[in-house]
């Protein structure tokens, strides 16, 4: 099972991305990928978000997976007992590169997600 509800999308500086408006049915998980994915992500993100792999100032590459922050939070207020959420990122290439968040609990719907994805430059 995928996310629930429908995305909003928005690109609110060159390096963050906030999506708003989805959900997770326990024990599901949900992908998001970049505008040049070859999977098939549950989201995408904008064309203009164009994290890419960093050479830091001794020529060290850092892979996407460490250069890519995402933070998940409940957007719903009086929530009595929080979902444990986990996210995965996979691949190492704007084409392969996945986040998987899944909803850890075996039956309880997520409240509403607000979700940054971040890289550093």
Avoid: C
Avoid at 85 to 90: E, L, N, Q, S, Y
Wanted: aromatic share 4%; charged share 10%.
């Amino acid at each position: 099972m995928a996310f629930t509800g429908a995305a909003t999308v928005v690109q609110v500086a060159d390096d963050v991305v906030r999506i708003t408006g989805l959900s997770l049915a326990g024990a599901a998980a949900g992908t998001i990928g970049l505008s040049t994915s070859t999977g098939s992500p549950g989201v995408a993100l904008p064309a203009a978000f164009q994290p890419a792999p960093y050479v830091g100032p001794n020529g060290q590459a850092v892979a996407l997976q460490d250069a890519v922050e995402i933070d998940v939070r409940n957007a719903a207020t009086g929530i009595a007992t929080p979902v444990p959420i986990a996210v995965v990122k996979t691949g190492t290439t704007p084409l392969d590169f996945l986040i998987t968040i899944t909803n850890l609990t075996g039956s309880t719907l997520s409240p509403a997600l607000e979700i940054y994805v971040k890289f550093h430059t």
